[in-house]
Antibody, heavy 121, light 108 residues
Framework: QITLKESGPTLVKPTQTLTLTCTFS??????????VGWIRQPPGKALEWLAL???????RYSPSLKSRLTITKDTSKNQVVLTMTNMDPVDTATYYC?????????????WGQGTLVTVSS | EIVLTQSPGTLSLSPGERATLSCRAS???????LAWYQQKPGQAPRLLIY???SRATGIPDRFSGSGSGTDFTLTISRLEPEDFAVYYC?????????FGQGTKVEIK
């Protein structure tokens, strides 16, 4: 059974750095083809793809946010960490992590429940 | 970056009716790497369709996907009460991956 869960602060101040952790079970990020991505959704708005990391440490970022994002993995802990610098109120959103198997569906088969991050002073 | 445009924005239908949702890409989607997700209020998205036309595990056969290149369609043959939700398309064939803005299927 594959599960993912996001954790991190619920409230951050403008200009601060956000660090979110995705802790997963039921798969290994050292398995060929496996990746974990981050997607966010502002309240009442659409999904926005942020970043993705693959088993071989290949990393992809949204061009519009690339300068502010860093994605890393800790295979031994079954975790993926996303950091976003210089947070702004427009970054208020529910942040999801999701798993994909490049050699399976290739899309995001499994999602975490999401964590709401509010940016406010 | 591939821009996905979904239409209509809102679809008002009754249970039992057929729903047809469109997703148009600004350029060709590589290898039909197009997915559809369903999202209900307060929940994470759920994968329905991948590869433009393959149903994900456990998805009822009333959901079907079609299309290629720049034009894709999600069809729900007969709407069940639990199908009223927001639907998103996503292309994952080229980086950056992108989502459409969503289509809300509401009860008429």
């Amino acid at each position: 059974q594959i599960t993912l869960k996001e954790s991190g602060p619920t409230l951050v101040k403008p200009t601060q750095t956000l660090t979110l952790t995705c802790t997963f079970s039921g798969f290994s990020l050292s398995t060929s083809g496996v990746g974990v991505g981050w997607i966010r959704q502002p309240p009442g708005k659409a999904l926005e793809w942020l970043a993705l990391i693959y088993w071989d440490d290949d990393k992809r970022y949204s061009p519009s946010l690339k300068s502010r994002l860093t994605i890393t993995k800790d295979t031994s802990k079954n975790q993926v960490v996303l950091t976003m610098t210089n947070m702004d109120p427009v970054d208020t959103a529910t942040y999801y992590c999701a798993q994909r198997d490049y050699y399976g569906s290739g899309s995001f088969d499994y999602w975490g429940q999401g964590t709401l991050v509010t940016v406010s002073s | 970056e591939i821009v996905l445009t979904q239409s209509p924005g809102t679809l008002s239908l009754s249970p039992g009716e057929r729903a047809t949702l469109s997703c148009r890409a600004s350029q060709s989607v590589s290898s039909s790497y197009l997915a559809w997700y369903q999202q209900k209020p307060g929940q994470a998205p759920r994968l329905l369709i991948y590869g433009a036309s393959s149903r994900a595990t456990g998805i009822p056969d009333r959901f079907s996907g079609s299309g290629s290149g720049t034009d894709f369609t999600l069809t729900i043959s007969r709407l069940e009460p639990e199908d009223f939700a927001v639907y998103y398309c996503q292309q994952y064939g080229s980086s950056p991956e992108t989502f459409g803005q969503g289509t809300k299927v509401e009860i008429k």
